[in-house]
């Protein structure tokens, strides 16, 4: 994997980086966020799999380059920070972050988020995948459209599956990656209890145990989104599960 390493600390970056390519990582330092969009432009150089974002830039604040590069790039942003703060978290994710990583942290656990990222495949429609017919009573709302375009509407959230785009009230929403597969996940089952667990296999595609928090993180970034809070419902000790709001 290719990845763009943004840290204004020479030292901490050459550490790093060093680290990172005995794991078999390509890795290319930024020191601000000037680098960093240059190194992103279609001749800016090879593409990367990955930027590790720190947000303490000497340029500008590492949100606004995370805003920058997703107005670009769907390049998988993993903020590196010591902001440790939710509020700080769910502002990262809004801005289209697809993970956010707080430090000091275990090497073991960057390279597991990397992996994470870099592994995810576009989430396919059931149709497409051969997938039976859902039993009757199946609280699952489909409708193909001509382009085989599965689509899920639940209340006002309409959910293009292969398209990976979501609208409320006709309104498009801007979700990260990894907050459409979590709502994809949800509301193929409304009303389904999902655990935790579950979840974070089927998401994030790891078991790892410490993916527990940014599960919750996530979760938030997506009721804030979608402005309907009481849609994504916390089953406490379990998990979670969509409900679909009365008109």
């Not at 500008?60 to 939710?86: H, K, L, N």
Request: hydrophobic residues 40%; aromatic residues 4%; proline residues 7%.
């Amino acid at each position: 994997m290719r990845l763009l390493l943004v840290e204004d600390d020479d030292r901490v970056a050459a550490a790093l980086s060093a680290v990172l390519g005995r794991h078999g990582f390509d890795v290319r330092h930024a020191r601000n966020g000037e680098e960093t969009l240059e190194a992103l432009l279609p001749d800016g150089g090879p593409e990367f799999d990955c930027v590790l974002l720190d947000l303490g830039l000497p340029d500008q604040d590492g949100f606004e380059v995370c805003s920058r590069i997703r107005r670009r790039s769907t390049t998988p942003v993993i903020m590196v920070t010591a902001r440790a703060d939710v509020r700080s978290r769910i502002h990262g994710l809004n801005l289209g972050a697809d993970d956010y990583v707080v430090k000091p942290y275990d090497i073991g656990e960057l390279l597991a988020r990397i992996h994470a990222v870099g592994r995810r495949p576009p989430l396919r429609p059931a149709a497409a995948q051969g997938a039976p017919t859902p039993p009757h009573g199946s609280p699952v709302v489909t409708d193909l459209a001509p382009a085989e375009e599965t689509r899920l509407v639940l209340g006002q959230v309409a959910i293009e599956l292969s398209s990976r785009r979501v609208s409320v009230g006709g309104d498009p929403v801007a979700l990260t990656r990894k907050e459409f597969d979590l709502l994809a996940l949800l509301a193929q089952r409304p009303g389904v209890v999902f655990r935790r667990e579950q979840i974070i296999s089927e998401v994030w595609r790891t078991a790892w145990e410490g993916t527990g928090r940014t599960l919750e993180v996530h979760v938030a970034s997506l009721r804030s989104k979608l402005r309907i809070p009481a849609m994504i419902e916390t089953v406490r000790g379990v998990g979670y599960r969509l409900v679909v709001p009365a008109a």
